[in-house]
């Protein structure tokens, strides 16, 4: 069970967040979540998975899992595999780490069938919607063209409400997310004001030199969402 609003750090393969850092990393997020009260998941690479899992409380998501059971699968990610290490789901079709239509059916399904959360990605309002039948856990949406820059996704309004009304059109159930260039508690708050139920994001954080004040500016936005 995930609480909401949450916040997504997605770790990607950055020297800041990989190997040791991540560890330390995902240590600040975990402090801060239990600080503040609120909800954060970390998404470590494949080879931090494990540790980070182990070592702290806070959700963990792989950044991708493929839809293959256990077996004769070589540089596969297996949903079962995920769940022994008490992993909590899965980033799935990710802008660096697309896959296609059935992949992504394919995932979700395996991650179902182990009780753990699809987060799957896409690129556009209309692909958002055609996900959302999937019924994955959740969507978020990233412009491609504005991951890893210093625009938020947040000043294209007309883009993010539309595609939170698209995936709720398409399922009810599924919790709409959106991400790409959200730096700062502003931009989250801006987000959660249009809808989105979290925000997923990578350099905000693991690029930061101070990420501790980063966490704790968005904390403080999510815990306001809570209380209200
Ligand atoms: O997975 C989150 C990511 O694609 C967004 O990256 O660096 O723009 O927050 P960033």
Redesign the pocket.
Known sequence: MIDLPTL?V?F?TYYESTGSRALELAKLMEQVSEEYGVSFIV?PSLPDLSLIAEITNIPVFAQHVDGVSPGAHTGHITAANLKELGVSGS?LN???RRIGVDLIADGIASLKSHGLHSLV?SATPLVSKALASLEPWAV?M?PPE????DVSVTTRPDVVKTTIALIQEASASVIPFV?????NSKHLSDALLMGSRGV????????SPTPRIVLEEMAKVLQSRIDS
């Open positions: 997504v997605n990607k998404a980033l990710h802008s660096e990605c978020a990233e504005l991951i890893g820059g991400g790409a260039g959200v730096k997923l994001l990578a350099s905000g954080v693991t690029k």
